[in-house]
Structure formats: structure tokens, C-alpha cells
């Protein structure tokens, strides 16, 4: 069955980085595009990451551009979300997902928090 397994949340000062790792296995991983997304607090999921499976195309939404970086290694079936110069409002808990014939498959998500 597919799994997701992401790692890596913690708690950060504002400014900090984090690298978010997600697991994945039970479904041919370099034929699937990978995305992150989270959900703050009251708040609805939000995409963050998107990476085709080849890894040439990315897209990102503008609240994180030029901070967060999708990644992927193929090899070892895994996705990775850099994130640097971290806010508070980047809190939130982080998953990983892909889209499998119709569905979607979430993992258990991690929690990132962004505070001094």
C-alpha cells in the first residue's frame, strides 16, 4: 500500500532553516509528481512544493518563492523541502502527498514551528 512517511519538523527561530524528508514506498515513485503542503492552525491545507516526477518542472506559491526548494531523489523514493529564512507564519504542520489514479495519499505530516 502507499506510504508516506515525512521527518525533519522541529522547532526553529525565525530565520532558521529546516529540511523536511518524506519516505515514500509502495507505488512506483519516479513515474508520480510529489507536492508538500501544510495547514496552520484553523486554517485550510495550503500547497506549498510541486515537483513533476522527473524533477524539471517546480512551482511554488508566492507566501514561500525564493525560500522553500523541492527536491527529490529518485534513487532512494524520498522528496525533500528545503526551507530557509523561516517566519512565524510558516508554522504549521507539513505533508507530503502524491495523486494516484483519482486519489490523493497524504502522509502523517510533521510540525514545523517557527518561534523565539
Known amino acids: 500500500q502507499v506510504q508516506l512517511v515525512e521527518s525533519g519538523g522541529g522547532l526553529v527561530q525565525p530565520g532558521g532553516s529546516l529540511r523536511l524528508s518524506c519516505a515514500a514506498s509502495g507505488f512506483p515513485f519516479r513515474n508520480y509528481a510529489m507536492y508538500w503542503y501544510r495547514q496552520a492552525p484553523g486554517k485550510e491545507h495550503e500547497l506549498v512544493a510541486f515537483?513533476?516526477?522527473?524533477?524539471?518542472?517546480?512551482n511554488y506559491p508566492d507566501s514561500v518563492k525564493g525560500r522553500f526548494t523541492i527536491s527529490r531523489d529518485n534513487s532512494k523514493n524520498t522528496v525533500y523541502l528545503q526551507m530557509i529564512s523561516l517566519k512565524p507564519e510558516d508554522t504549521a504542520v507539513y505533508f507530503c502527498?502524491?495523486?494516484?489514479?483519482?486519489?490523493?495519499?497524504w502522509g502523517q505530516g510533521t510540525q514545523v514551528t517557527v518561534s523565539s
Open positions: 515537483m513533476t516526477s522527473t524533477g524539471d518542472i517546480t
Open positions: 502527498t502524491v495523486f494516484i489514479r483519482s486519489q490523493r495519499y
